[in-house]
Nanobody, 129 residues
Framework: QVQLVESGGGLVQAGDSLRLSCAASGGTFIYTMAWFRQAPGKEREFVGAISWNSRFGGSADYADSVKGRFTISRDSAKNTVYLQMNSLKADDTAVYYC????????????????????WGQGTQVTVSA
């Protein structure tokens, strides 16, 4: 079992920055962690992912909509993944969810929610124009 606890959401203005954190606990090895988001009336969408699998060397992947503005990083000692969000836009307003996969092959399907076994409770990010 894995528990994911997110923090760091809030209300900011367009152009501001925000950092989300996701702390994992439970002892099961995690191979891939990701961030998804869901805006009102829209489907949950992929934001970015990072590999904890040595095979992929800590690779990161981003949705085109956030590439160059968002950065995912990890602190292995703390079992925590971060999402640094810069140059925020009103379109970034959503509930952000952290997800974790305990499958070794998860990286190949990292952009789809189905490969993730565990999800956080979500944290609201609101960007005012």
């Amino acid at each position: 079992q894995v528990q994911l606890v997110e923090s760091g959401g809030g209300l900011v203005q367009a152009g501001d920055s925000l950092r989300l954190s996701c702390a994992a606990s439970g002892g099961t090895f995690i191979y891939t962690m990701a961030w998804f988001r869901q805006a009102p009336g829209k489907e949950r969408e992929f934001v970015g992912a990072i590999s904890w699998n040595s095979r992929f060397g800590g690779s990161a992947d981003y949705a085109d909509s956030v590439k160059g503005r968002f950065t995912i990083s990890r602190d292995s000692a703390k079992n925590t993944v971060y999402l640094q969000m810069n140059s925020l836009k009103a379109d970034d307003t959503a509930v952000y969810y952290c997800a974790a996969s305990t499958r070794g092959s998860a990286w190949y399907g990292r952009r789809g929610p189905s490969v993730y076994d565990y999800w956080g409770q979500g944290t609201q990010v609101t960007v005012s124009a």
